[in-house]
């Protein structure tokens, strides 16, 4: 349960840890969301909705309520909630890419020039206002390139726009040159500037990316899982570099193509993963997908060991993310951002029972019920690709391939016959039985 700090456990030698209650019947849990999670967490056997200021053993909180009331309360041994306290490391653009700039050094220092390429996968990318004459010295280099501008702490797209002129962004150069007694008047927003893919990976003449979920249970140690299902998100008009100012070309964001005159509700714009490496298999053969695939692979996790030293590690915390990544038109891998709060409002029937199926895993892995012997590979949907370690796959395949490179756990794209793995777990909870 949680309780605040202001509510009691004052003794006479200060703070103190209330006594071990008897367990209840049921698991309390609040959401501050009012869509699939909300559905899942009602129809979860064995949870009981509390509203207002009720005691709680779960919580899906919002990452405004995570700032404002973390270090304020008191959480009990089981108690869970769905963010890391300092999560924004990852998931704020300038922060995941001055974090990744940090551990390429890092990686230079301690391995050598040869892993830098291990951490290729981003592009070039410049935080504004602050480091507004770095980029312009980058992008002079090369004149006409096209570069994208995101906020640093928006999201569905809103304030983003391409740009091949820096006269298009003059309005940063005047914010930098302003006198000082007017800085703190109008405060200036921070933006990212990224070299924009050019030669995005099209199907259908259409740009798309991915959303790919990854689920931290703990980053000390680094325990990490990787979701099978996910989905390609198209943009609702076939792609061309000759009109950067139209979105519905560019932004790929259900929240931008859903405004388009042409958007179909019904089928939305998505592919499920599956049909998307079925299609890319029979094109380019199933080497080159592997290859892929595993370049994603080597995103998830590197991008996680690039803050495992700075994300404040709690027991009481996971996190659920959502990874966009881009692939150009060399099957190359591109990370564009990690969302904290990936979207759990669904679009289509398909993306409702998708988002459902990931949402009912996540539970099962955070385990709430006690169910779990802590030695799992798979749960669900999900296959556990890091603890402390590389994972190895145990289905019948070595643990290296011929060419002495590691196959991991993981299997984005492929079946998930989740049903038949989650057998083991429909026995009842610890508390259940008490009942």
Same mark, same amino acid.
């Given at each position: ?10 003794? @006479? ?69 769905? *963010? ?48 507004? *004459? ?8 090369? @004149? ?76 000390? @140690? ?24 139209? *979105? ?37 053969? @199933? ?149």
């Amino acid at each position: 349960m949680s309780k605040n700090r202001t509510q009691g456990y004052k003794g @006479p030698y200060g703070y103190q840890k209330p006594k071990e209650r008897e367990p209840r019947p049921f698991i309390r849990f609040k959401c501050a969301l009012n869509n699939t999670i909300m559905d899942v967490l009602r129809h979860r056997p064995g949870w009981l909705e509390v509203k207002d200021e009720g005691e709680w053993d779960f919580y899906w909180c919002d990452v405004g309520w995570l700032r404002e009331n973390f270090d304020r309360i008191y959480l009990d041994e089981h108690v869970r909630i769905c *963010h890391f306290r300092n999560h924004y490391e990852l998931t704020r653009k300038n922060l995941m890419v001055k974090n990744l700039k940090r551990y390429r050094k890092t990686l230079e220092r301690d391995a050598g020039k040869n892993e830098l390429v291990k951490c290729d996968f981003f592009p070039k990318t410049y935080e504004l206002p602050s480091e507004y *004459h770095l980029f312009v010295e980058e992008f002079r280099k090369n @004149p006409g390139t096209t570069w994208i501008m995101k906020p640093v702490a928006r999201s569905q797209g809103r304030g983003i726009f391409l740009f091949r002129r820096l006269k298009d962004i003059m309005d940063w150069k005047k914010d930098v040159g302003r006198p000082d007694d007017q800085k703190d008047e109008v405060p200036v927003e921070n933006y990212v500037a990224q070299r924009y893919i050019e030669n995005p990976y099209l199907i259908g003449g259409r740009k798309f990316d991915l959303r790919v979920y990854v689920l931290v249970t703990s980053y000390i @140690p680094l325990k990490a899982w990787l979701y099978r299902d996910g989905f390609a998100r198209f943009s609702n008009t076939r792609f061309t570099l000759s009109s950067i100012d139209d *979105h519905y070309i560019h932004l790929t964001n259900v929240a931008v193509q859903k405004t388009s005159p042409d958007y179909d509700p019904e089928k939305g714009c998505k592919w499920m993963i599956q049909q998307l490496r079925h299609y890319l298999t029979a094109k380019h053969g @199933p080497q080159m997908v592997e290859k892929l695939f595993e370049e994603m692979d080597n995103i998830f996790i590197k991008t996680l060991q690039s803050v495992q030293k700075v994300i404040i590690n709690d027991k009481h915390c996971f996190e659920l993310y959502g990874y966009d990544i881009l692939i150009d038109g060399d099957l190359r891998a591109w990370l564009l951002e990690i969302n904290a709060s990936p979207s759990l409002t669904a679009s289509s029937q398909d993306d409702y029972e998708l988002k459902t199926r990931l949402l009912e895993d996540t539970l099962h892995i955070v385990d709430m019920e006690g169910r779990l012997t802590g030695k799992e590979k798979r749960v669900g949907g999900f296959d556990l690709m890091w603890n402390e370690g590389p994972v190895s796959r145990e289905d019948g395949h070595l643990d290296t391939l011929s060419n002495g490179n590691f196959v991991p756990n993981t299997h984005l794209g492929c079946v998930n016959d989740r049903k038949k793995h989650l057998k083991h777990l429909q026995k009842p909870a610890p508390f259940q039985k008490k009942m």
